[in-house]
């Protein structure tokens, strides 16, 4: 699949330089509004710091706008949810499942016309960081990531490009952060954990804070990890009626 959006990668994909300030990379928000207001308002975000959401802001959850609205204001990495909408601009409401359809009746064109600008990844140059929605193949520059993998990526088996959810994996294909050893540490949402995911190469940051999880952010240069817990189980818990994979590190996900 190929996706010119960040070929040439574009400006809003590196960050200016700067002398101070953190970046806050935040996870999976499924329409988690007030998780997000107070995990922000926790980290005291100033003007100063870089806010970047990892995409999946909205569906499942209870204030999908609101969590647009406030991403707008920061920056994002396209997640699939985002890439589904986009791809179903033009179905009619009643074609598209319950679930996405209620969010398409509270977006409007500017929301969607946001949605078509973000990015595919992020680079955070100063801390050696990359931002994307799920994750990566080794061994390719990350603009040579073909776009299904960023977004998408869970079990694969490289030099293979396809990927499994860990529920449906064959025998031998495994989590892709066991794969990645760089360039950079990527950071990522998209797979529930029982735990932030924190390994040499990739920290993953979806505590399924629409499940009644929580709502977590990695903070930089630091690498500190920062969660509040879900107000309630908006959606339903990933871990009762699904089952628990092993990553990586003894952190599992939830398939
Ligand atoms: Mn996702």
Redo the contacts with the bound molecule.
């Keep these: 699949m190929s996706d010119a959006r960040n070929n040439p990668a574009p400006p809003s994909a590196t960050s200016p330089p700067r002398a101070f300030g953190r970046t806050i990379v935040v996870g ?1 928000l499924h329409g988690c509004h007030d998780e997000a207001r107070e995990l922000l308002s926790r980290l005291a975000v100033t003007s100063s710091d870089r806010v970047v959401f990892v ?2 802001l909205v569906d499942r959850g209870p204030a999908r706008r609101e969590c647009v609205e406030l991403a707008m204001q920061h920056e994002c990495v396209l ?3 985002e890439e589904n909408h986009l791809r179903q601009r033009r179905r009619p409401l009643e074609k598209m499942k319950p679930d996405h359809a209620a969010t398409r009746r509270v977006l409007e064109d500017v929301h969607l016309n946001w949605f078509a600008s973000l990015p595919l990844w992020v680079e955070v140059p100063d801390a050696n960081a990359l931002v994307v ?2 994750g990566v193949l080794p061994d390719l520059p990350i603009h040579e990531q073909p776009a299904h993998s960023l ?2 990526a869970q079990c694969v088996r490289p030099p293979d490009r396809k990927s499994y959810w860990p529920s449906k994996a064959p025998e031998g294909w495994t989590f892709w952060t066991n794969h990645w050893k760089g360039p950079g540490r990527v950071i990522f ?3 529930v954990l029982d735990r932030p995911l924190v390994s040499r190469h990739a920290v993953g940051i ?1 505590t399924g804070c629409v499940h009644g999880g929580s709502l977590t952010a990695v903070v930089l240069p630091d690498w500190e990890i920062v969660s509040v817990p879900a107000r309630r189980d908006y959606f339903g818990p990933k871990g009762s009626g699904v089952a628990r994979y092993p990553v990586m590190n003894g952190v599992s996900c939830f398939s």
Excluded: I, S, V
């Design positions: 999976d995409g999946d997640g699939n949810h929605h799920a977004l998408h949402g998209h797979t979806d």
